[in-house]
């Protein structure tokens, strides 16, 4: 039964079996490191945030209102509007739903184009901080439990590479 959380409940989710004796995060940390390899960690976009990379959806927001203001450059507002709602503002000017690879096709003519539009999302750009777009110390813990042989699978939804970068510094390979 998955319940909301307070201070006398678990976490959002968590299935917690009647009278179970011990937390709920805290029974799962004690699996975890019970049994090494045994769970799979899923990563989202809300790792990374911490270390200036937008989420997916802000990227896409970015990127409409951008391409708002090359279609329709004498109008100040069309940036704003489209990034007030991205997926109207995308329907009423190309008559179709706003997908990623749609968005990115208009917005830059090649791959190579595409590629440089987002790398500014991932890569610190010059006179940025060093720990702009750097891991962060969420991503090296992870990486020293990958490495601790906590996990052995880490599934991600993020395009930046920051959990990779940290399992070279810490050590492991990022298959």
Do not use: C
């Amino acid at each position: 039964m998955a319940v909301d959380a307070s201070p006398d409940q678990p976490a959002p989710g968590l299935l917690v079996p009647s009278g179970a004796a011990v937390e709920p995060l805290t029974a799962l940390a004690m699996n975890v490191h019970s049994s090494p390899g045994v769970y799979a960690l899923l990563l989202g976009s809300g790792i990374s945030i911490a270390s200036g990379v937008p989420t997916g959806w802000g990227i896409v927001t970015d990127l409409v209102s951008k391409v708002a203001t090359a279609q329709f450059p004498d109008d100040p507002a069309a940036a704003a509007e489209a990034a007030g709602d991205p997926e109207h503002w995308w329907n009423e000017t190309f008559g179709e739903p706003l997908g990623y690879s749609s968005l990115l096709a208009r917005a830059g003519q090649s791959a190579a184009a595409r590629q440089a539009l987002l790398d500014g999302y991932f890569i610190p750009a010059e006179g940025e901080e060093s720990t702009d777009k750097a891991p962060t110390d969420a991503h090296r813990a992870i990486a020293h439990m990958i490495k601790r042989g906590a996990f052995r699978v880490v599934l991600t939804t993020n395009f930046d590479r920051l959990m990779e970068r940290a399992l070279e510094e810490v050590g492991p390979r990022p298959r």
